[in-house]
């Protein structure tokens, strides 16, 4: 969302105040936000906060001394999208027929940027067919409309109408300002660490917590692939539009990976494999023994090195992720050759602010001709979307067209 100019219209629910955190959202991943509130809305939350966590002056009046002439006009032309978060059934009426009496109806009505509305009112309003019909009037022109949450209002009426919660929309509004630059491509990404079952409360595995994988997902669906996630156990919420398939060990990796591959167009393993597996699972907890137990294990499947073999003369772009603590370039490089992929992706994970379990990364990206980015520390996020971005071209150089 860097640099994303967003306008955020807040009209007069209650759930006025859940705005406060989406502009906190927005503002922390570097868009640039302002706020046009109503009359109402400005009864429940002071527009100070929305200055204050904007850092922007919020307009509330049409005629605010505060305002400029023609900000109802400029606002929804040099914007990139407007959130209208919560939108009230009088706001989603007023924009239906196109009345425009205050400023954020006005800027609405004026506006060129795409608009993202977000119901919040008490079940029966959402309900009513009047409402019903008017969020339909606005989808049919392109308006985006997010769904309610269900469950109890402040009203305390159960039912559907609590404004989504605001990561929910932050995803949405990403989704929409992004570029669709992999419509039309079919991204295969593993993501998480494996399980090994030793007996039925033990296993083996490793530190990885899949959010590098998940990253990945994210952004290439983002950016309008068409996405399969293979995911080993993890405790992070399945992308927004992402297919995900769950497994366990890496033996059931590799039987979902395979079963996707010939219909992908990327795959990007960022899965952290178990090499062994115990070579025989307990059906009983094992019990304890001697001072020195031996553990006798069994090679896993390389599932990427056989992706490598099955690729053939395929259009498809493999990628692999190299976890090191040593001789990061040189190992990393062995994989690739070994492994025929078209590029790796080193990190080494004995850093504290790069590998598992954090949300930045710093990586070192290898190519089968030798070169070799270095981008510096960033967010997950953005390393995924530098990966993307370079298997993209390497697809597109290959296919010698733009797709
Ligand atoms: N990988 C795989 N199947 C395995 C092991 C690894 O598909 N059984 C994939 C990983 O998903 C990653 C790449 O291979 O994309 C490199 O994984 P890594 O663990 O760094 O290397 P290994 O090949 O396992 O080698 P080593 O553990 O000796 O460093």
Known sequence: MKGKRIVIGVSGGIAAYKAAELVRLLVREEALVQVAMTANAARFVSPLTFGALSGNR?????????AGAMDHISWGQDSDLIIIAPATANVIAKIAHGIADDFLTTMTLAATARILVCPAMNTRMYENQATQENLAVLQRRGIFVMEPGAGQLACREEGPGRLPEPAEIVDEARWIVSKQDLAGLQVLVTAGATHEPMDPVRYISNRSTGKMGYAVATMARTRGASVKLVTGPTSLPVPRGVEAERVTTAVEMREAVVKHFAASDIVVMAAAVSDYRPHATKDQKIKKGPEIQTLELVKNPDILAELGTLKGKRNCVLVGFAAETEDLLANAEKKLRDKNLDMIVANDVSREDAGFAVDTNEVKILFRDGKVE?????????????VLDQAKTLREGRSGHGK
């Open 58 to 66: 919020v307009v509330s009046h049409m005629f605010d001394e505060a």
């Open 374 to 386: 270095s981008p510096p520390l960033m967010k997950k996020e953005e390393v995924a979307d530098l």
